[in-house]
């Protein structure tokens, strides 16, 4: 049975982050008997895209899983997930798609990003349309004994569409110890060298690459959050405890963890409401010194290398520092909460972190 396959290109910016390892199921009008055999079949079919490392999402069914993790990530504040069931159909995500322009000629399809392809002013995505009349469902006697018969053609046509996309993107790396999981894989060279090295950073940059690569879940969520809370969510406080530790109260006492001298920079930059230029940072030696000799088990020597790199005007030392800041928080809560609390602020002039001082206390 022949298979169409095109390249749509959508202009604009997204509402959400595509994961390049994410097949989903599209539609401009509801199909019934593709939706049918989708939700009686769905995990043989998940299981099908999984072993050509491709995620296979069905829309209706995925918004009905609401994933604590991630919903939680969305609203920190948030204890459990709220009942009720809400679901995205297939028809909200090609309006939310094409911006509220389906194209009349969009029939059911998987759809693919082209991260490859894509530009920042657009999204390209590869189309590998269903055979509709493959899934027409016949009624009666010999209809039923014919849609029997006809569920192994329905899921070799799933197998070799999950066939040909996985020959038309570009694959990540497969590591021996690295599982294939819904939202991923992992680059298991750069996961090595990045614990060996950093372990801490490897942990959070994995957490931020699980979390945000789970683009149409994102979408999920925040039409979910806006329905329900999206106006209401909580700035929490931020405690510095005695030894230093940062807590977010209302996000159920979470905990923020940093290297030390990079906790030693995001202190200063808290103390600082009114910023700190990048260049002027030396001025301010002494209490960055004071704060990471408390934070820091190095010997002195160790201390002031590190100091002396992150002071230097030549290195990009404190840059790469900002950025860790920034993803220790948005490794735990989406950045548009957790930018109240990272360092923030334009080229050449003071960065600060724009908290209200109101919500920080010091113990």
Not at 214 to 241: A, E, F
Request: glycine residues 4%.
């Amino acid at each position: 049975m022949d298979i169409t396959i095109k390249e749509i290109t959508i202009n604009g910016t997204l509402p959400f982050t595509p994961s390049a390892e994410q097949a989903i199921y599209i539609e401009q009008k509801h199909d019934e008997g593709i939706n049918a055999f989708i939700i009686e079949n769905h995990e043989q079919i998940k299981k099908t895209f999984h072993s050509y490392c491709i995620d296979f999402c069905y829309l209706p069914l995925r918004s009905l899983e609401k994933n604590e993790e991630i919903y939680i990530y969305h609203n920190p504040a948030w204890s459990k997930k709220p009942e009720g069931s809400i679901q995205v159909t297939t028809k909200e995500f090609a309006y939310t798609l094409f911006n509220g322009d389906i194209p009349s000629e969009l029939v059911p399809s998987i759809i693919i990003y082209q991260k490859e392809k894509s530009t920042p002013n657009n999204s390209c995505f590869l189309s590998v349309e269903l055979s509709r009349s493959l899934f027409e469902k016949k009624y009666g006697l010999f209809g039923r004994l014919f849609n029997h018969f006809t569920k192994k053609k329905r899921i070799d046509h799933f197998e070799k569409i999950a066939r040909i996309i996985s020959t038309r993107i570009e694959k990540p790396k497969r590591g021996n110890d690295v599982l294939y999981s819904e939202v991923n894989w992992y680059d298991n060279e750069y996961w090595a060298y990045m614990k060996e090295h950093h372990e801490l950073f490897a942990e959070i940059d994995l957490k931020i690459h699980q979390l945000q690569e789970r683009g149409v879940d994102s979408l999920i969520l925040k039409k979910i959050l806006c329905k329900i809370v999206d106006k209401n969510r909580t700035i929490s406080r931020l405690v510095i405890t005695k030894d230093l530790k940062i807590i977010l109260p209302d996000y159920q006492d979470m905990e923020i963890r940093m290297e030390p001298i990079n906790k030693a920079l995001f202190l200063l930059f808290l103390k600082h409401e009114e910023g700190i230029r990048l260049k002027e940072l030396g001025n301010h030696r002494n209490e960055l010194e004071s704060l990471y000799t408390q934070l820091s088990h190095d010997d002195r020597v160790k201390r002031k290398e590190s100091l002396d790199k992150l002071l230097d005007p030549t290195n990009n030392s404190v840059n790469e520092k900002i950025s860790r800041i920034r993803q220790a928080f948005i490794a735990k809560f989406e950045e548009d909460l957790a930018s109240n609390y990272f360092v923030t602020g334009e080229r050449g002039e003071a960065k600060r972190i724009t908290l209200n001082r109101d919500l920080v206390s010091w113990m």
